[in-house]
């Protein structure tokens, strides 16, 4: 049986990537990683790809002709069997007919408990900005299915994280990542491999 291979979308440092690779073969036990896609050069998760013997591969991504990027992109998921993607810390948008080509078969992480917080324009540490702005005293983050509209997928999991009074949008940040971005994107990758599997 042929084991179900993931790609991950990624764009800076690879934090969530790195979660990914440190969590094979304690939660990802059905299914590899075997591709590493980012739309910024340089970026530092095409290194932590290489370093874990992972192909890592630059494909500019221009807003007003991301076509070119998406082509590329799923020619080089179809000639590597890949079933899965991750989008793990990944900026752009991706097309309405680029979703499509992969029903069930691409996650998310955003780093708030959707529907807060949500949504296009909510990335990185604005999310964190927001919540804090808003006053919620719990926040968290959830992964979930992508669908054509941003964070409207449906949900795989969520994990509240509580937020303390000197809170900076940075300091939540990196709790939320800590606390629930890292543990809830392997077990979901997990989750789908297995239904690929099962199926």
Not at 35 to 55: D, F, H, M, Q
Not at 190 to 197: D, L, N
Request: hydrophobic share 45%; net charge negative.
């Amino acid at each position: 049986m042929l084991i179900p291979r993931a790609a991950v979308f990624v764009s800076g440092g690879g934090t969530n990537l790195q979660a990914l690779l440190d969590k094979r073969g304690s939660i990802i036990k059905s299914g590899q990683i075997a591709l590493v896609i980012s739309n910024k050069e340089g970026a530092y998760a095409l290194e932590r790809a290489k370093n874990a013997g992972i192909e890592a591969v630059y494909l500019p991504f221009n807003k007003k002709n991301p076509e070119l990027f998406e082509n590329r992109a799923y020619e080089l998921i179809c000639e590597r069997g890949i079933e899965v993607i991750v989008l793990a810390g990944f900026t752009a948008i991706l097309s309405e007919s680029f979703v499509s080509k992969f029903p069930r078969r691409i996650i998310n992480v955003h780093p708030s408990l959707i529907p807060s917080f949500c949504g296009k324009g909510y990335y990185g540490l604005k999310v964190h900005e927001a919540a804090l702005e808003y006053g919620v005293k719990v926040t968290g983050a959830t992964v979930h299915f992508v669908n054509a509209i941003a964070d409207g997928g449906q949900i795989i999991y969520q994990k509240a994280v509580n937020i303390e009074d000197e809170d900076t949008p940075e300091t939540l940040q990196r709790r939320v990542m800590e606390q629930a971005e890292w543990e809830l994107l392997p077990m979901a990758l997990e989750k789908v491999f297995r239904e690929i599997s099962e199926a």
